[in-house]
């Protein structure tokens, strides 16, 4: 396949001293070469790709050595090692130095969730997938997006070892306010990426880092809970620029729910049953009180086309008859009805971030589903799934969800407990899930505080927050200034437009640390408040704490 590149010059005289090597590399130009010491050769398109441009080298110097690429004329300026065991490239990307380069990444003790298919080459994050969308369809979108169902022709994602054509992709687009909007992607889900085939372009319009739903998902997942995956990736639309985006499930979604509750993270197979459970998509309002007479009070469930709210009516039955102070009675509940472990990893995950757009404060942005293996006839097992975690790390946080200004991180969470919410019309008025299962006994605020304070002592302080954090910002600063570096091929209208901010580069680097324009907090301030505010509500500490609690610090209850 590689018979028609042309090896301009021979290198090694004895050809025992040489060997084969491939170079794969993604590129926008149209004459692409590599360069060895003095020597160039030219690299052709991969199988008639658009982008992808490989070559195959008879002649390539044994031991490890140095080369890089020219595209149109213009060369990179610096140099990329070529490994002494290698025998191919990954798809490499020009001009970006670090092909692969792990992140760090955030641990916790208790994460006993085994049942995810994982990352696979799809949610990779040492990579940065490059996704290209191709086809008369994708000018229309892309340059004038209207509230409507798109078939674009072909989109090809490229991973580090792999691409992956998919076509007749049904495509619509969100939050047209922003320049950057946001594309849902529904793929056939036969000709599925590494198992999934519901995927989101997310762009946190409102997060100047464009980092905050990347760190949330990243957290959850290491807590150990069913989350969707996210990954950063570069965009293309016939060889145009569109953005830089995380690239993520959707919660109540088949192709997730497959992934993440049926999957193999070593095998990556998944081994779901046939008919999947009902996962039902909670918005604004949606509250888990029983009321099986009024299907009313659960119209912000939205359940699947042929499914229904009947389990969910079951389980707020179930619920309204728990005794909570019963441990037996709990236990029990936990295996028949509800994971009260992964919610409360969830709702700690809330309140520390202050998703104000989440269940907690508003009753929105999560689903529900039940595992019909681990089912009866009478009861369904039910788990929590929280999404969309762009309003969180002080975005977005104004009235009426924060009447305390800049002090909002530290507010305790025990504040929040058996109150009357309704904060807007929409809202629902109790928060039934918060009331039963962390405020309902002592024995479960004593577990859900303790989860909490774990949390806070392992990911969510400002000493391994930013030990993480940091080699995110390092990895997706080029990327980013990449992000700012083209006009975009759509301009919402001023009307449209109005009322959303426009963040600039230089809000991307400023917000790491501290506030921008609309919003008060920069994100590593807004841990550092949070944790330290638990710090002194809790009396605990982390490694690396410069400033611990005195001996004589009381913590403020003793649960
Ligand atoms: C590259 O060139 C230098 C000096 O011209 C030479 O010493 C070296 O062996 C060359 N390396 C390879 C891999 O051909
Ligand atoms: C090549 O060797 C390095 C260590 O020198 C190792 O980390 C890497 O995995 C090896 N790669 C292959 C393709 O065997
Ligand atoms: C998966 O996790 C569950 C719950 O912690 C545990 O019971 C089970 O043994 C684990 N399975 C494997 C194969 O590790
Ligand atoms: C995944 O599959 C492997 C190989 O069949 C098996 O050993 C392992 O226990 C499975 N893991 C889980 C969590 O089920
Ligand atoms: C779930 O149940 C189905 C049908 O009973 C079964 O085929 C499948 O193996 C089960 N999946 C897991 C992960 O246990
Ligand atoms: C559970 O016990 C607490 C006191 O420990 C009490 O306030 C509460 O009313 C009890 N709840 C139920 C449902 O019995
Ligand atoms: C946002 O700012 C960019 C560059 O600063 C500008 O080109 C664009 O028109 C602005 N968009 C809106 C909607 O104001």
Request: proline share 4%; net charge positive; hydrophobic share 35%.
């Amino acid at each position: 396949m590689y018979k028609n590149i042309l090896l301009l010059l021979v290198l090694c005289v004895s050809s025992a001293l040489c060997r084969t090597v491939t170079f794969k590399i993604i590129s926008f130009g149209s004459k692409v070469q590599v360069k060895i010491n003095k020597s160039k050769y030219t690299l052709k398109p991969l199988n008639n790709d658009e982008i992808l441009y490989a070559g195959k080298l008879s002649t390539a110097p044994e031991g490890k050595f140095n080369y890089h690429y020219i595209v149109d004329g213009k060369e990179e300026n610096f140099n990329r090692v070529f490994d002494a065991n290698a025998s191919t490239t990954y798809i490499e990307f020009f001009e970006r130095k670090d092909t692969v380069k792990k992140l760090k990444t955030f641990s916790y003790p208790n994460n006993n969730w085994n049942r995810s298919i994982g990352k696979t080459e799809l949610f990779d994050d040492s990579y940065i997938p490059t996704i290209h969308i191709t086809g008369k369809t994708a000018d229309e979108l892309f340059t004038k997006p209207q509230n409507k169902y798109y078939t674009l022709e072909k989109v090809t994602f490229y991973f580090k070892n792999s691409k992956k054509v998919v076509t007749n992709v049904k495509a619509n687009p969100k939050n047209k306010n922003f320049a950057k909007f946001q594309i849902k992607m529904n793929i056939n889900s036969k000709n599925n990426v590494y198992g999934r085939y519901l995927l989101k372009l997310r762009n946190g319009g409102e997060d100047p880092t464009n980092l905050r739903q990347f760190i949330y998902g990243n957290i959850i997942q290491a807590l150990g809970m069913p989350s969707i995956h996210s990954n950063m990736v570069r965009v293309y639309y016939n060889k145009k620029p569109v953005g830089f985006y995380t690239l993520q499930e959707e919660a109540y979604s088949d192709s997730f729910i497959r992934a993440e509750f049926y999957g193999n993270s070593t095998t990556q197979a998944i081994n779901a049953p046939s008919k999947l459970g009902y996962a039902l998509d909670g918005s604004c309002g949606a509250d888990f009180e029983y009321h099986p007479d009024d299907m009313t009070y659960y119209w912000p469930f939205a359940e699947k086309s042929g499914e229904s709210k009947d389990r969910l009516v079951a389980l707020c039955g179930a619920i309204s008859k728990l005794n909570v102070n019963s441990s037996s009675a709990v236990k029990k509940f936990e295996q028949q009805w509800f994971d009260i472990d992964t919610f409360h990893k969830a709702m700690a995950m809330e309140y520390l971030t202050g998703d104000w757009d989440g269940y907690w404060y508003a009753t929105s942005n999560f689903a529900v589903y039940d595992d019909p293996n681990q089912s009866t006839k009478n009861t369904y097992k039910f788990y929590f799934i929280t999404q969309d975690h762009d309003e969180t790390f002080g975005v977005g946080l104004c009235p009426p969800h924060n009447t305390v200004g800049y002090n909002f991180p530290k507010i305790s969470y025990t504040t929040m407990l058996n109150r009357e919410w309704h904060v807007v019309p929409d809202d629902a008025d109790h928060r039934t899930l918060v009331d039963k299962f962390i405020a309902g006994s002592p024995a479960l605020q004593k577990r859900f505080q303790n989860t909490l304070i774990s949390i806070v002592q392992n990911i969510f302080n400002p000493v391994a927050f930013r030990n993480v954090v940091s080699s995110y910002y390092n990895r997706y600063q080029p990327e980013m200034k990449w992000d700012f570096s083209f006009k975009r091929s759509y301009t919402p209208s001023a009307a449209a437009a109005a009322g959303s901010p426009n963040y600039t580069y230089n809000d991307f680097e400023t917000n790491m640390e501290k506030k921008v324009g609309g919003l008060e907090w920069g994100l590593y301030e807004w841990v550092s408040l949070r944790a330290e505010a638990i710090k002194k509500e809790f009396c605990i500490t982390w490694n690396g704490d410069s400033n611990p609690p005195k001996k004589s610090c009381k913590p403020a209850n003793n649960l």
